[in-house]
């Protein structure tokens, strides 16, 4: 019997995961963080003799952490509402990729706490934080200069202060007045 002909069976979604798990030696418990559910939800996950999630803020974290696309997974159904593309989340993911850093290991480099939120900012759920402290720890992992930093951060801050409604044009002497004080402040002239 000819092999050629026999059809191609897509690896299970459980499967996907938990080889995913097993390769990167990322303990269920730590996966479970990075996607904001419990242990017992990662194991269920990974049970093939129950339905996988259909979830779709669950399949896009799960996709985020192993790196591939939410749409590998035949559970995945396409969100009816775009996605919105920030350009200093994909500053930071050509960062991760001139770095070699994985994003398991990126999330690793954060307290527990903080992993699902950078898991939400990576799959363009969250923007980038505009507090700048943490903003200063995400360049300490990817090597990122202090003007590369503050471009992000100022941008943030401008998009935050037109979204609740300032006119920063208007009021340009006020926001250049601060952006003035903020770059002497992180030593930049």
Known sequence: MSTKNKPIIQEKSSEK???????????????????????????NLIDDTIPFSTR????????????IEPEEFEEYKIPQEPILIDESVEMLKQAM???????????KS?????????VDMLRGALPVPIDYKELE?????????TEELYSMWEKRVRQVLETNGMNVNANAALVNSMFDCA????NLK
């Open 56 to 67: 779709g803020t669950t399949l896009e974290r799960i996709a985020t952490v192993m790196s």
């Open 17 to 43: 995961v938990a080889k995913f798990l097993e390769k990167n030696a990322l303990h269920k418990k730590d996966f479970a963080e990075m996607i904001g559910v419990t242990l017992s939800y990662v194991y």
């Open 183 to 186: 770059r002497k402040f992180v």
């Open 97 to 107: 990729a001139k770095k070699k850093i994985s994003v398991v290991n990126f999330l």
């Open 137 to 145: 720890l995400i360049g300490q992992i990817l090597d990122l200069s």
């Open 110 to 118: 954060f307290p527990r706490k903080k992993r699902l939120e950078m």
